[in-house]
């Protein structure tokens, strides 16, 4: 039961243009969402979260979106750059990490 | 340098033997976990242990054991018992309190000959 989906697989975008990087959930009781980044061969690296009581949280060049009706959370980049290329995996948990689930990752390739 | 290590990075097993991977934290972490990868899929959780001397089983713990006898270790054994052991496995830890980001190793890839 895949309660954290990415339906996308893979996204390709350009160097400069803004990567979007959609997921969704089916839980209403997560109320904690997050993104990782990961390169080949490593472990995934925290990017950045929201929780439920925003709509909006901005770090830089990147941005998350939450529309909990929607149960739908999105990553914006922008502008992308190459060294962004990894695999972004959504995650979202209730009021404990034990309840962590996991998207099955998008894999972004951003070209120069 | 703070973080998670991982031991070995690739591991090759014989069918019906049993296999240990280590991972280790120094960043003085109470909780670690370990999480299971495979293609197409999101990391399921294994294992989990909040404190020294427990830990709970997470979504697929059939087939795997666990110890935590001291605060920066949590070796993960996959057993005979587990039907298809082929994979990458994730150890991660995180601080107490709130929801936390986990921080995680850089995983070891477990091959079943």
């Known amino acids: 039961d895949q309660q954290v989906k990415q339906n996308s697989p893979s996204l390709s975008v350009q160097e400069g243009r803004i990567s979007i990087l959609n997921c969704d959930y089916t839980?209403?009781?997560?109320?904690?969402f997050l993104w990782y980044k990961k390169y080949p061969a490593e472990g995934p690296t925290f990017l950045i979260s929201?929780?439920?009581?925003?709509d909006k949280n901005e770090d830089g060049r990147f941005t998350v979106f939450l529309n909990k009706s929607a149960k739908h959370l999105s990553l914006h980049i922008v502008p992308s750059q190459p060294g962004d290329s990894a695999v972004y995996f959504c995650?979202?948990?209730?009021?404990?990490?034990?309840?962590?689930?996991f998207g099955a990752g998008t894999r972004l390739t951003v070209k120069p | 340098d703070g973080g998670i290590t991982q031991s070995p990075k690739y591991l090759f097993r014989k069918e019906g033997q049993n296999v240990t991977l280590s991972c280790e934290q120094n960043?003085?972490?109470?909780?670690m976990y370990w999480y299971r990868q495979d293609p197409g899929q999101g990391l399921r959780l294994i294992y989990y242990?909040?404190?020294?001397?427990?830990?709970q089983k997470g979504d697929i713990a059939e087939g795997y054991s666990v110890s935590r006898e001291k605060k920066e270790s949590f070796p993960l054994t996959v057993t005979s018992a587990q039907k298809n052991p082929t994979a990458f496995y994730l150890c991660?830890?995180?601080?107490?309190?709130?929801?936390?980001?986990?921080?995680f190793g850089p995983g070891t890839r477990l091959t079943v000959l």
């Open positions: 929201i929780s439920s009581i925003k």
């Open positions: 242990s909040q404190i020294v001397n427990d830990f």
């Open positions: 995650a979202a948990s209730g009021r404990n990490n034990n309840d962590m689930r």
């Open positions: 960043l003085n972490h109470d909780a």
């Open positions: 839980n209403s009781m997560f109320d904690y």
């Open positions: 991660a830890s995180t601080g107490t309190g709130d929801v936390n980001e986990q921080f």
